[in-house]
């Protein structure tokens, strides 16, 4: 029995559509891993500038939102595969240029993981002068990340 060939490239486009699908589900879940660990960094960063503008800190608050900060900035890199940008379909905020200029993007993770270990290391020691140099270092990592490799809301 012969296959006319629109049967054969229609079953290569289901082989095709199939693997497409397939990934579908590691892209969403990074994105939506990437999106809740910087809304949790985002709510913990807030917290210890809170702190610190109170004047006094209370650094038994302060130590395990830095140390969660830091714990999270190091999974980052993980959440932004290939494909898991504007092309998705899905809602994100990622720029195409994280992909073009990934050399970048991945120094800037970089930063962003050392100035977030400062920043718990600081906290873990009490003292908050150094726990004010390291949040206003660990902001300048976040902002120069952002203005390149961001889209506004």
């Not at 497409?20 to 210890?48: C, D, H, L, M, W």
């Not at 140099?133 to 902002?143: N, V």
Request: proline residues 5%; contains cysteine.
């Amino acid at each position: 029995m012969k296959f006319p060939y629109s049967t054969a490239f229609a079953a290569l486009g289901m082989v095709a559509s199939y693997a497409a699908y397939a990934a579908a589900p590691a892209v969403t879940n990074a994105v939506k891993a990437r999106q809740a660990s910087y809304k949790e960094i985002g709510g913990a960063f807030k917290s210890i500038n809170d702190e610190l503008k109170s004047g006094s800190p209370d650094m038994n608050s302060v130590k395990p939102l830095a140390r969660d900060i830091a714990a999270r900035a190091v999974l980052l890199p993980k959440y932004f595969p290939k494909g898991s940008g504007p092309e998705s379909g899905l809602k994100t905020r990622a720029k195409p240029e994280i992909w073009k200029d990934n050399a970048t993007f991945v120094k800037l993770q970089g930063d962003m993981i050392t100035a977030a270990r400062a920043l718990d290391m600081a906290a873990a020691s009490g003292n908050v002068a150094g726990l004010g140099s390291a949040r206003t270092a660990l902001g300048g990592a976040c902002k120069s990340c952002h203005d390149r490799f961001r889209t506004e809301q």
